[in-house]
């Protein structure tokens, strides 16, 4: 076969999947202008869930109107059965997908059998753990007995299907949960879309011209829809949070081996994994972060993983009332930010000196942006082993990988030493030392600060293929910082009169101020390492300045 005729199989054994009375009706379809990629069009706006009929009142009630903990709480008094609710947001879910092309894998007779047997566990008086019932979506690259993560590379899809689960699904279900569907990744994951030749492009829910962020694009996508109460990402250099940017919902990424990570599907040569992935969640409300890392972690993850370390959920003090020192990351010459990501960082230092808070500016040479940007691409590009498996499926390179790695690729040398001629193990060895470099500096910021306010990225969500470098995000990979994403408002008509405008050494995606009204605006907060439990629950107080008691 030929590996356009591979992916069409692929293709149409996932859609036949999707039951066919919660196929969007083509009268439904019709309406909408075609191609969606190429047309300006907010789906959440729409209301299209509620005109094509698939899901009930009760149904819409659950999936638009309760947090994690609502359902949780509903689900243990048996006010709502795991039943109601899996069916619920797998109906949503596969209207999702029909209209943003979100997942890869769907397991939707597999979770309301799950289902069963949990409601049917409760009614005998027995709860199976703090999530019993609750759907969670995941990413592509986690493991699922059954079948296949192919991370959007066609020669993946010689694969056979997975024997065993990844360790975070087995906790999850062990957990209680229900896990009924995988989300899509951009090709390789080595990219900040969500496209590749096998399942296609990802689109956002807010406007279809739009991006979702990558290359947990899927999962950000599919979250903003509503279609997931709780979903699960993983992060490298922003995986996480530039979805959750994008599509206008919380994110976090946390330290390094807080959650497990393994038996992942990867691309990469073993041992060549510089920056350590994170495993972590997205959701549309904050709380039900905290949840899920305060479930994992006390389940004592470091038990049944290598990859993750033994040290359980604390208990940190309310930050609600405390004066909080913030230390406000500057804006990065070479990485300057879109008029609406200034508005929406002055209206964050506003609101949060309103609530009390001391705002303290950091000194720009000692915060790396570029610096960490520069070594994490070079980092990046020692293995090319993921290149070798685009070639073995005779597949091309999306435009979005061509894009991002020639941006990476141009990257003229200013922090890192030039390492032309340098064998790969000296090169891995400046690398490493000019990261202790940055390492040492902001443990001397942390002397003076509690948390560091930053933008999320230098722009809102861009048209595909166009966002490029991620260096706000980043950064706390290369220092291995638990990060957190707080949507915080939209690009409004008064961004739309800014001018941007970049010098030949500045990098940045376009600015399209028209076509980007709307978007979602967000920030970013992140702690020091290991310090999750902090950096969540300061989050909760910045939120509350932010946006209130949502």
Known sequence: MSWEDKVKEKRERCF??????????????????????????????????????????????????????NLLDKLKSGSLTSVQITTA???RAAIAHQLVNCLTETFFDRAIQRAQYLDDQRAAGKICGPLHGLPVSIKDSFRVIGSQ?????????????????SVLVDMLIELGSVIYVKTNVPQTLATVDSEN?????????????????????????????????????????????????????????????????GGQ????????????????????????????????????????????????????????????????????????LHPPVKRTLAEAVKALETCGHEIISLNPDQCHVSD?????????????????????????LVQSVKHTHGLSASLKPVFVPDVVGMDRLDHVAVLKTKRAEMIEDWRKTWLSVDVVLSPSAQST?????????????????I??????????????GDDIEQQFLTTPDQIAPPYNAQLFQGAPCSVQIFTKTLRDEECLEIAKAVDKCLNGSK
């Open 197 to 261: 030749n096998i399942f296609g492009r990802t689109l956002n829910p807010w406007n279809t011209m739009l991006g979702p962020g990558g290359s947990s694009g899927g999962e950000g996508a599919l979250v903003a829809f509503r279609g997931s109460p709780l979903g699960v990402g993983t992060d490298v250099g922003g995986s996480i949070r530039i979805p959750s940017l994008c599509c206008g919902v919380y994110g976090f990424k946390p330290t390094v081996g807080r959650i497990p990570y």
């Open 372 to 396: 960490a940007t520069e070594v994490a691409w070079q980092f990046f590009m020692i293995d090319d082993t993921a290149y070798g498996h685009v070639q073995a499926g005779e597949e091309y």
């Open 16 to 69: 036949k999947a999707i039951p066919q009375d919660w196929r969007i009706p083509d009268a439904i379809l019709s309406q909408l202008p075609q191609p969606l990629e190429d047309n300006a069009t907010n789906l959440i706006k729409l209301g299209i869930v509620r005109q094509c009929g698939i899901l009930t009142d009760d149904e819409l009630d659950i999936t638009e109107y309760h947090t994690t903990t």
């Open 89 to 91: 947001f797998s109906k």
């Open 149 to 165: 993560s192919t991370l959007g590379i066609v020669s993946f899809l010689n694969k056979e299907p997975a024997t065993s689960n």
């Open 479 to 492: 220092l291995d910082y638990p990060s957190c994403i707080i949507p915080f408002g939209q690009v409004s």
């Open 461 to 477: 969500a861009v048209e595909h293929d166009k966002f490029g470098l991620p260096p706000y995000t980043t950064l706390t990979n």
């Open 265 to 336: 599907q990867d691309c990469g040569k073993p041992g060549t994994d510089f920056i350590i992935p994170a495993a972590g969640p997205l959701s549309n409300d904050l709380g039900s972060v905290g949840i899920f890392m305060k479930a994992v972690l006390e389940a004592n993850p470091a038990a049944l993983d290598s990859t993750a370390i033994d040290v359980p959920w604390r208990s940190v003090p309310d930050s609600s009332e405390k004066k909080l020192r913030i230390g406000l990351l500057p804006e990065d010459p070479k990485y300057p």
